[in-house]
């Protein structure tokens, strides 16, 4: 396919492998942290950690939006499919996570109108078709979804659909990042930035990670060639600065439009990454607004607050402390036929990804 | 989940059309978008366009890594 083949050459690889090898300087480790769930897979899948030099570490970092839900808020999800007359709608990605007691699929199996739908779109078509029921859409995601669901939200207005809401599980990644360069354990010399959240906030957002934390970053697509130009970049930088590896998608101003439909729609909150805990300004709740298309104010579910495998170092290995490799229970009680930690569940998680592909 | 690939436009009318890609057309909403034309390549997330692609930007890259 254009835009992607030529992305994946060999001929082009090869030269980056060998102009890698030929920059990097032996006596130093060079700890490169990728942030999204989509680039580990992709490291994995065309084997770049293999053919990089044995001192460029990479680490794979928070940007998987379904290892990050707290298991609250899948409690929440199924006990509202268990109201008469709901349908969820959800992306397919989080079917199989696994809440406190039941995950959504089985619960699907059990009779639950639990729909999976490709975009917003399909779940305003499903709201339209069913008006006697409430059909919630469980919004989970970064800052390149957000704006498909604030649009969903804009156009049940516009439309005057009153059967249609969001339960908001949002979350923005700069915060998170400053998180992670906070911790004291943290030993990150630059980032690989998600490419399809940068394409949307424009690369201004980034600029304290360079200046405050001293981490280099580069906006990096998700094509092998892409990744290895981007770790290029960040080891030829002469102070940590903010680039885009990733021009073709990347404007360095973003989308000002789908930024002006998430303002419009949501507004920040502090929230809760699973793992990780509480971090301020890090989540997008629905303004009030929009209050009535807030599926966590439409349906009063209680939920008791749930209780992790003590055991599980998921946070530390989305923090890049730790590797899945750490984890006692790593393929042996976890695996991804049954997994104990978020980091498993999702075919994007860390300990999913070095499950699946070796373990190095 | 923030997977997303470029396709290419077939159709547009005002916030609705087609794109293609691998031989698979499909429905997209062009909202969070302005000055799109048939032709030209965008990046689809969760049916939504949400970036246009730039040949020029593609090329440069790929040129840059050959004068490596």
Request: glycine share 8%; with cysteine; proline share 5%.
């Amino acid at each position: 396919m254009k835009y992607i083949d030529e992305f994946r050459s060999r001929a082009l690889t090869s030269r980056l492998i060998s102009r890698i090898r030929s920059v990097a300087d032996e006596g130093r480790e060079y700890r490169y942290m990728e942030v999204c769930g989509t680039h580990t897979m992709a490291i994995f899948k065309y084997g770049l950690r293999e053919l990089l030099p044995r001192n460029i570490r990479l680490i794979s970092g928070p940007g998987c939006p379904v290892c990050v839900t707290p298991l609250e808020y899948l409690d929440r999800a199924i006990a509202i499919a268990g109201l008469p007359k709901v349908i969820i709608t959800t992306f397919g990605d989080m079917l199989r996570v696994p809440g406190s007691s039941s995950t959504l699929e089985n619960e699907r199996a059990g009779g639950k109108h639990i729909k999976v739908v490709y975009s917003t779109d399909d779940a305003l078509d499903i709201a339209n078709r069913n008006t006697d029921k409430e059909v919630v859409f469980l919004g989970v995601g970064f800052e390149t979804t957000v704006p498909t669901v604030a649009a969903s939200i804009m156009s049940a207005a516009k439309q005057g659909i009153h059967n249609y809401s969001v339960l908001c599980a949002h979350k923005t990644m700069p915060e998170a990042l400053g998180a992670i360069m906070a911790h004291r354990d943290a030993r990150i010399d630059g980032f690989l930035l998600p490419g399809h959240v940068s394409a949307i906030t424009g690369m201004k957002p980034y600029g304290f990670l360079a200046k405050r934390y001293g981490a280099g970053c580069v906006a990096a697509g998700f094509e092998p060639v892409d990744m290895l130009q981007a770790i290029l970049m960040l080891m030829e930088q002469k102070r940590p600065i903010v680039e885009v590896q990733y021009k073709r998608i990347v404007d360095p101003l973003g989308n000002r439009l789908a930024r002006k439909a998430i303002e419009k729609v949501f507004e920040k909150s502090s929230s809760e990454w699973r793992g990780i805990g509480k971090l301020k300004n890090s989540g997008l709740r629905i303004r009030k607004e929009f209050s009535r298309f807030d599926a966590s104010l439409k349906f009063r579910v209680k939920t008791v607050r749930p209780r992790e495998d003590k055991s599980c170092i998921c946070g530390a290995v989305l923090k890049g402390i730790k590797t899945p490799v750490d984890c006692k229970l790593f393929g042996k009680k976890c695996t991804p036929a049954d997994p104990v930690g978020s980091c498993m569940v999702s075919s994007e998680g860390t300990c999913a990804a070095y499950y699946k592909y070796g373990r190095r | 989940m923030c997977l997303a690939i470029p396709m290419k436009v077939v159709k547009i009318d005002g916030d609705q059309g087609m794109v293609a890609a691998g031989g698979l057309t499909r429905k997209a909403n062009f909202i969070l978008m302005k000055d799109i034309k048939p032709g030209d390549y965008v990046l689809l997330h969760a049916g939504f366009a949400i970036a246009k692609v730039k040949p020029e930007e593609a090329r440069q890259t790929i040129k840059l890594i050959r004068e490596l």
